[in-house]
T-cell receptor, first 112, second 122 residues
Framework: AQRVTQPEKLLSVFKGAPVELKCNYS??????LFWYVQYSRQRLQLLLR??SRESIKGFTADLNKGETSFHLKKPFAQEEDSAMYYC??????????????FGRGTSLIVHP | GAVVSQHPSRVICKSGTSVKIECRSL??????MFWYRQFPKQSLMLMAT?????????EQGVEKDKFLINHASLTLSTLTVTSAHPEDSSFYIC??????????????????FGPGTRLTVL
């Protein structure tokens, strides 16, 4: 069974401080990992995916297969980063239907 | 990028009535769409997976007869809440899967989310 764990329900930091949103997963195969973000009154949107290895809005996330983690990091938080962040896992299937799994989400609040 | 729309964005109905929510992929074809329920400041709860041309796959604990899902075309899936009750009041979100191809090869399984529908049952 696949599972995504986000241990922190709420993360509160001051502007300019480093941020790390934790995500651990369990999956027997080789999954695809994503971070989605939901800003206030907006729809969920993709922030980044591990396959592309890119940095979006200063955020990065490295897939650590040994620790089965995909933590989201940013060296200097900004107030506009305040949002709900969801870690998600998708089985790396070759095609056909699949069931994605989302973590419970972490609310990030960045204080001025 | 790919866009998913939902209609209506907000609906208020009386207890006992049925409500239909539409989810459309506007610029891509979605063989698979997902329906979620989101409670205030809580995570997404996957309700069902909607596959074009076949029956939806419901998650454990979700009543099939209460939440009817139809995926009649590659761009439209509908969720009908039948005989709605106040406890069905929630924020319903759909998403569509985009396999995403690059050079003919699958590169990722990104989901595109609709803006959600706020259902209030009086």
């Amino acid at each position: 069974a696949q599972r995504v764990t986000q241990p922190e329900k709420l993360l509160s930091v001051f502007k300019g401080a480093p941020v790390e949103l934790k995500c651990n997963y369990s999956y027997s195969g080789s999954p695809e990992l994503f971070w989605y973000v939901q800003y206030s009154r907006q729809r969920l949107q993709l922030l980044l995916r591990h396959i592309s290895r890119e940095s979006i809005k200063g955020f990065t996330a490295d897939l650590n297969k040994g620790e089965t983690s995909f933590h989201l990091k940013k060296p200097f938080a900004q107030e506009e980063d305040s949002a709900m962040y969801y870690c998600a896992l998708s089985p790396n299937a070759s095609g056909g239907s699949y069931i994605p799994t989302f973590g419970r989400g972490t609310s990030l609040i960045v204080h001025p | 990028g790919a866009v998913v729309s939902q209609h209506p964005s907000r609906v208020i109905c009386k207890s006992g009535t049925s409500v239909k929510i539409e989810c459309r992929s506007l610029d891509f074809q979605a063989t698979t769409m997902f329906w979620y329920r989101q409670f205030p400041k809580q995570s997404l709860m996957l309700m069902a997976t909607s596959n074009e041309g076949s029956k939806a796959t419901y998650e454990q604990g979700v009543e099939k007869d209460k939440f009817l899902i139809n995926h009649a075309s590659l761009t439209l899936s509908t969720l009908t809440v039948t005989s709605a009750h106040p406890e069905d009041s929630s924020f319903y979100i759909c998403s569509a899967r985009d396999l995403g191809t690059s050079g003919g090869q699958k590169s990722y399984n990104e989901q595109f989310f609709g803006p959600g529908t706020r259902l209030t049952v009086l």
